[in-house]
Structure formats: structure tokens, C-alpha cells
Nanobody, 119 residues
Framework: QVQLVESGGGLVQAGGSLRLSCLASVSTFSINRMGWYRQAPGKQRELVATITNGGSTNYADSVKGRFTISRDNAKNTVDLQMNSLKPEDTAVYYC?????????????WGQGTQVTVSS
């Protein structure tokens, strides 16, 4: 089992910045991929950004150039730096950890943290 705790959410005006952090209960070396997802009211949960153990990153088109995902294995954390925030970024953001391979993996989720961007 992997426990994940998010922090850093809050209220910010459009154009501002926010940094989210996710603390894992196990070494991030043991997690194949970590990432951030978000879900707005009435919408499906969507991928925002991921980072593998090897450091490979992937971003949703809507956040490329504005968001940056990073890992700190010494602290067992993954962060999401969000710049140039827009009202459409408003959502609950969830930390995700994936262990295993394509045909045999497990996903773990944090409780979520609210991000609200005012216009």
C-alpha cells in the first residue's frame, strides 16, 4: 500500500502561480510513475502531468509550457509547479502513484486538493 498526501492547493487569481506537493509513504524509487490528475465538477478526471522513475515526463496539451512536474526522491515527494493559471484550471487535483507494468499494475491516489483560479 502507498499513502499519498497532497498539499499546496488554494485560491489564486488568474495569471498567478501555485505549487502543489505530494508526499508518498514509500520511497519514490519503488514507484514506477507518479503524476497529477484533476477533476472539475461534472467532468471526468483527466491527466495533467506524469513523471516516471527514470525522469521521463508527460503533460496534457492544455498545461504544456505552464506547468512543471518534478520529483525529489530524497524527500519522497512529487511537485507540480503551476504558472500562468487560468480559470479553467480550477479543479480538485489528485496525486497518483503507479506501481507495476502495463499488464499488472496498481494505482494509488491522494485525497485531493482544491485549486481555484479567479478571473
Amino acid at each position: 500500500q502507498v499513502q499519498l498526501v497532497e498539499s499546496g492547493g488554494g485560491l489564486v487569481q488568474a495569471g498567478g502561480s501555485l505549487r502543489l506537493s505530494c508526499l508518498a509513504s514509500v520511497s519514490t524509487f519503488s514507484i514506477n510513475r507518479m503524476g497529477w490528475y484533476r477533476q472539475a465538477p461534472g467532468k471526468q478526471r483527466e491527466l495533467v502531468a506524469t513523471i516516471t522513475n527514470g525522469g521521463s515526463t508527460n503533460y496534457a496539451d492544455s498545461v504544456k509550457g505552464r506547468f512543471t512536474i518534478s520529483r525529489d526522491n530524497a524527500k519522497n515527494t512529487v511537485d507540480l509547479q503551476m504558472n500562468s493559471l487560468k480559470p479553467e484550471d480550477t479543479a480538485v487535483y489528485y496525486c497518483n502513484a503507479r506501481r507495476g507494468a502495463l499488464l499488472n499494475f496498481s494505482d494509488y491516489w491522494g485525497q485531493g486538493t482544491q485549486v481555484t483560479v479567479s478571473s
